[in-house]
């Protein structure tokens, strides 16, 4: 299992392969580090420029942290959409409007799609459960939000 690194600089030092609650394990201890040291409960020796390294390790953590839930909610809103979830339900569930939810999931079925990570079977299967057209090659770019897949 691969583990954070002891003082990450930059989210690409954190390997895709880091779980979940490794990241969250490291962005806890980093920020803990940080909170005793301002409150001068531990770590007495820490200079500014250590409180700054940590800072910096917890905020690549979080940002890491953040990134994964982000794009982990598109993948459970479209498994609750193919199992009969709607939108109304989805947009309730996370807190957003219905085209929010509409845009959200179409940006990563399209993602996912220009990575290879959907076919276009696939693909077009999200966009059917959003009312989108099937998907066109030719037309398979997603553009300030706008659905270019054909009609709506």
């Avoid at 250590?50 to 953040?66: E, H, I, K």
């Avoid at 299967?125 to 300030?144: I, K, Q, Y």
């Amino acid at each position: 299992m691969t583990d954070v690194p002891d003082l990450p600089l930059h989210p690409d030092d954190l390997p895709d392969t880091v779980p979940l609650d490794r990241l969250l394990d490291g962005y806890l201890d980093h920020s803990q580090k940080v909170v005793r040291a301002r409150a001068h409960v531990e770590f007495h020796s820490m200079t500014p420029a250590d409180v700054a390294r940590y800072a910096l390790a917890g905020l690549v953590c979080a940002s890491a942290l953040a990134d994964r839930v982000a794009t982990g909610r598109w993948h459970l809103a479209h498994e609750a959409l193919t199992h009969g979830a709607t939108i109304d339900n989805l947009a309730t569930a996370a807190g957003l409007d219905p085209d929010e939810v509409q845009t959200g999931l179409a940006s990563c079925a399209d993602t996912q799609h220009t990575h290879g990570q959907l076919t276009d079977d696939e693909h077009n299967t999200v966009l059917a459960l959003l009312g989108h057209s099937a998907c066109r090659p030719e037309r398979c770019l997603m553009s300030s939000g706008e659905c270019t897949k054909g009609v709506r």
